[in-house]
């Protein structure tokens, strides 16, 4: 099975008779980057322009690239994807590791790069990368020189993590960015490691934590699109499995939304999976079982055998606090290969999540973090009810961003509106207790923002007049001590 962004190898052979021209680079095979899928078919991208490479243009918006099938593709073998953290022998140090983020491909004829990216110009070599990058904290490695990292140090570094991906568009070169999963590597992980073995996932956690947002993420990054369907306790065995409707006269058969995913190879999310209806539970444990196929009763007992591409994922929040919601049973979690328990990010984290979605400032993004774990603390609490998610805190953000709009006027329309009456005032009370930067609520962000900075570039300055008094009089004091010593 292949995947957007795998690293595939294809032969002259091969590559002459799709492009319908001769190849002039190059040796016997070729390697390239798979950019787009359908069906079958790959569309591939290689780092050198060839006369009658035009096939794959405007469709896939690959200027260099062939749709090519993909039995007669190789696949390299490499578990290494953009993002991730290796270990990189030093040159210049013999037997020692440095830490690295692969950063993008890079293709030079038949030979194919890693592209990776230091924290800071570790050795010599990383001048070569200059021009192929436009980074001097990086290098080019063959897949056989890299290895994933086992320390895990630059997972830590926010500074390394959060750095731009420079896009390079020379014909030697192809390198394009990693997605938008920040603070679950691990979790994207095991679920890719999930859909390699068929394996059904189940994810748990508060609303607006990312659970959906995680597998629509990973499915965009291996090329699959993910169908996002609710089973709360208003969905029936009709709506995921099908029903017969009328129409001038006749009637027809329509799929349900789980068949539809299943016949056509498509990646089905369950939202809500333990407020479903009992029917529609039963009606899922086919699908979760080893045979994978469901039985159509309604139409002449019809055996749906999946497509090879399709995978169950459901969602589900904690049963308490969330009206509908119920424990799972035992039985039915047991059918799930790889359950997941998503909770609040790190504050950390969480600061970069908003810093992607909005390009908050520092200053402000750390009042609306402030803010989220104290409504979460209250929540805990049992104080208040509402779940203050991370998707909340991000809308917060983008209404931040936009000028003119004051910090009370986007915390109430992005997240005391949403609230009952009585969490409202609570929140409202308790949330200044919570933040230890001094803000003007009737304010916008920016006026925050250069208020703040002012008010520190002052504080910065006291402190420097402060430091150089009390160092003025330790030197009075050393000076007394030798005089007095002289004396005696």
Known sequence: MFYKGDLVLVSRENLERVSGDDVTEGGDYFMGI?????????????SFSQRGFDSCDGNCELERGLWIRSTDLEKVSSDIRIGDVVDVAAPDKPGDDEEGIVRGYAVNGPVFFFAVEFPSKI????????????????FFYKV??????KKGELMK???VAESVVTKVTSQKNIVYSSDGIIGLE?????ILQAVDHNMSVLLIGETGVGKTYLIQQVAKDVG???VRISLNGEVGTNEILGKWLAKDGSTYWQDGSIVHCMRTGKWAVGDEINAALPEVLMALNPILDDGRSIVLSEKDNERVIPHPDFRFFATMNPPEGYAGTKDMNSALMDRFGIVMKLGYYKPTTEIQILKYHTQIEDVLGKIVIDVGNAIRNLRKANRVFFPCGTRSLVNW?????????SLETT????????CSDEDAKIIYDEITRAIKIKIDWKASGEDNVRRLTDEMATDIAQISEMKKTLQAYAEEIKTRAKVKEAVV
């Not at 950019?35 to 991208?45: F, P, S």
């Not at 050795?123 to 990086?138: A, K, Y």
């Not at 915390?411 to 949403?418: E, G, P, R, V």
């Open 34 to 46: 798979v950019k787009k899928i359908d069906g079958t078919y790959m569309a591939v991208e290689f």
């Open 123 to 138: 050795h010599v070599r990383l001048h070569n990368c200059r021009e192929m990058v436009g980074s001097e904290n990086g």
């Open 144 to 149: 056989n020189e890299i290895n994933k990292s």
């Open 157 to 159: 570094s926010l500074a």
């Open 186 to 190: 691990e979790e994207k992980k095991m």
């Open 224 to 226: 699959k699109e993910a």
């Open 397 to 405: 953000a983008k209404l931040i961003v936009i000028d003119g709009n």
């Open 411 to 418: 915390f109430k329309y992005s997240i005391l509106n949403k």
